[in-house]
């Protein structure tokens, strides 16, 4: 049997891409082994593949990525691994070097355009520095993937290789009902739900600052990140602190069930980085699994979706009271609603990991 490692920075609890990659080649008959961090989380993980993560000594920054990358060599090359996986800039040096030395090939799965994130706005160092990384690695992968069709074009462009599209969809399942555990707390109230990071250019801060004029509505921020305490001082400034509720990180497994719950999925980016700008975030397709109307920025690639399925409307004046009344009127016009619902199913059935998973067979079938 095939031994292949797959290797990602983060700690593997919300990760649901990496979790169905790995499910999908093990299905096709490889033994998985999916590498991982471990921070203040060390709950155990179950999982029907083999998994390892490294306990560090950093948490972020510049050494943490340096010490990663270094653990991941010396347990990779030691075992006995047939094929390699980068999933993200941050681990693509020791994964190159790893299958350099053991002379075997690896893929890269660009998750994101790191070099061109809103992390590296005014930090023109770093950002030349990781260029630079990709720039000399990408092109020894054997092959390369990407979530959405603008980054492949870009890379495609930027690099002159072959860059495949595999979205970042969920599987396709029908959900009747949630365990009680996870019902949402709204006093009746419509229920707005914004998942993923909580960092820099999500639009976050217009959103809570949209509540104020909302008091029909409950805001559930669900995930973390570098501006949620910053978040956190401007809904205690608001006094918003009953209607905008910071749930946390919760499990890929969980997250469904309290996605389904909203009146409304939201995804508001800025326009301030290429990789906002060609992103196509999973959340965007856990609201339309979830089956619930969306609200989004008119980034090129979510702005097509929403927009040629009809499952919601497109932001367009980012004024807290523009969005505000833009909600509202979406939640008070039931025939829509009732529309958007239904064409998030018809939509679920075409981006889903059924029809995704086919590609990354195609990508990794070379390798049995």
């Not at 347990?75 to 681990?91: D, E, H, P, S, T």
């Not at 669900?222 to 910071?246: A, W």
């Not at 800025?270 to 609201?287: H, T, W």
């Not at 339309?288 to 932001?315: D, F, N, T, W, Y």
Request: hydrophobic share 40%; net charge positive; proline share 3%.
């Amino acid at each position: 049997m095939k031994k292949i490692l797959l290797a990602v920075t983060n700690d593997l609890i919300t990760d649901y891409r990496v979790h169905r990659t790995a499910t999908t080649l093990q299905s096709m008959g490889f033994e998985v082994t999916l590498v991982g961090s471990i921070f203040r989380d060390k709950s155990e993980l179950k999982r029907p593949y083999h998994i390892h993560r490294l306990e560090m000594f950093f948490s972020n920054g510049r050494l943490f990525y340096f010490e990663f990358n270094i653990r991941l060599c010396f347990f990779a090359i030691k075992g006995g691994y047939n094929v390699f996986v980068a999933n993200g800039l941050g681990v693509l040096p020791g994964i190159t070097v790893s299958a350099f030395v053991k002379r075997k090939p690896f893929v890269y799965d660009s998750c994101d355009l790191t070099t061109e994130s809103a992390e590296m706005i005014g930090r023109p160092f770093i950002r030349w520095f990781l260029g630079l990384i990709e720039r000399s690695l990408i092109r020894k992968a054997r092959c390369v993937y990407t979530i959405s069709e603008s980054i492949a074009t870009y890379l495609e462009s930027k690099y002159r290789i072959k860059v495949d599209l595999v979205r970042n969809t969920p599987d396709f399942k029908s959900i009747k009902n949630y365990p009680s555990e996870y019902r949402l707390v709204h006093e009746g109230l419509k229920v707005l739900i914004y998942q993923g990071a909580v960092n820099r250019g999500r639009g976050l801060e217009m959103i809570i600052n949209a509540m104020k004029y909302l008091p029909e509505a409950m805001l559930f921020i669900v995930g973390e990140g570098d501006e949620e305490k910053e978040l956190e001082k401007l809904v205690l400034k608001t006094s918003l602190y009953n209607r905008v509720i910071f749930y946390g990180r919760v499990p890929f497994e969980e997250l469904k069930f309290l996605t389904m719950q909203a009146d409304l999925g939201l995804s508001a980016e800025e326009d301030i980085c290429l990789n906002y700008r060609y992103s196509l975030p999973n959340k965007l397709f856990d609201y339309i699994h979830a089956g619930i109307p969306v609200l989004v920025s008119g980034m090129p690639e979510m702005e097509k979706i929403v927009s040629e399925r009809q499952i919601g409307k497109i932001i367009y004046n980012r004024s807290p009271e523009k969005l505000a009344a833009k909600i509202r009127a979406m939640l008070s016009d039931d025939e829509s609603v009732k529309l958007w619902r239904a064409n998030t199913i018809a939509t679920a059935k075409e981006f889903n990991w059924c029809n995704e998973k086919k590609k990354v067979i195609a990508i990794y079938q070379q390798f049995l």
